[in-house]
């Protein structure tokens, strides 16, 4: 069936440097993929999106990168700050079908 | 604040009890999505509905069900509930109305505590 494969679990990076985390899909109808940021016990509020028209985005700090060939995307976080700890999501969906979601990355930003 | 509302923010019931959890979907949101999130967990795809009809069905237990009403808020109703059923419940709206797949906008969530 569909699936979402994320990596890594965790992640732990000095504060300044970059993150990257690595998602990938099964569905190859998947046209649009969005990344979640959650705070402990807050709503998964999302950060940045891409759709399969596009390679990348950026916004600020913030990237997404599509390959679409090999069914990859990735979020890049670079200058990271205390306040990008979280858990981040990545999911993947097409139209008219439900949403599916990675396993969860949970990174962790060293002072 | 993302425009979708969830009643009430915590529940604390009993083994064996029955509980109704509430969304209102942003304005104009046709979809409501529900899913469950237990500790240190990811978010498990419970059910979606759309514009009152029910479009995917996700591992939701038949203890579980939920409906989308007329007005568009959507209620899930989990009956004779089980220790493991404690979790963060989130309600999630998109518009859906177009040829893409659309954001999905998360409530606050109920966090159920059984004991």
């Known amino acids: 069936g569909e699936n979402v494969e994320q990596h890594p679990s965790t992640l732990s990076v000095q504060e300044g440097d970059s993150a990257v985390i690595k998602c990938t899909y099964s569905?190859?109808?998947?046209?649009?993929f969005p990344w979640y940021k959650q705070e402990l016990g807050k709503r998964p509020q999302l950060i940045i999106d891409?759709?399969?028209?596009?390679g990348e985005k950026k916004d600020q700090r913030i990237a997404v990168t599509l390959n679409k060939t090999a069914k990859h995307f990735s979020l890049h976080i670079t200058e990271t700050q205390p306040e990008d700890s979280a858990v981040y999501f990545c999911a993947a969906s097409r139209r008219a079908s439900k949403i599916i979601f990675g396993s969860g990355t949970r990174l962790s930003i060293r002072p | 604040d993302s425009g979708v509302t969830q009643t009430p923010k915590h529940l604390i019931t009993a083994t064996g009890q029955r509980v109704t959890l509430r969304c209102s979907p942003r304005s104009g949101d046709l979809s409501v999505y529900w899913y469950q999130q237990s500790l240190d967990q990811g978010l498990q795809f419970l059910i979606q509905y759309y514009n009152g009809e029910e479009r995917a069905k996700g591992n939701i237990l038949e203890r579980f069900s939920a409906q989308q009403f007329p007005d568009l808020h959507s209620e899930l109703n989990l009956s004779s509930l089980e220790l493991g059923d404690s979790a963060l419940y989130f309600c999630?709206?998109?518009?859906?109305?177009?040829?893409?797949?659309?954001?999905?906008?998360f409530g606050p969530g109920t966090r159920l505590t059984v004991l």
């Open positions: 569905d190859s109808a998947s046209n649009y």
């Open positions: 999630a709206s998109s518009v859906d109305k177009g040829l893409a797949a659309d954001t999905q906008y």
């Open positions: 891409i759709r399969s028209n596009v």
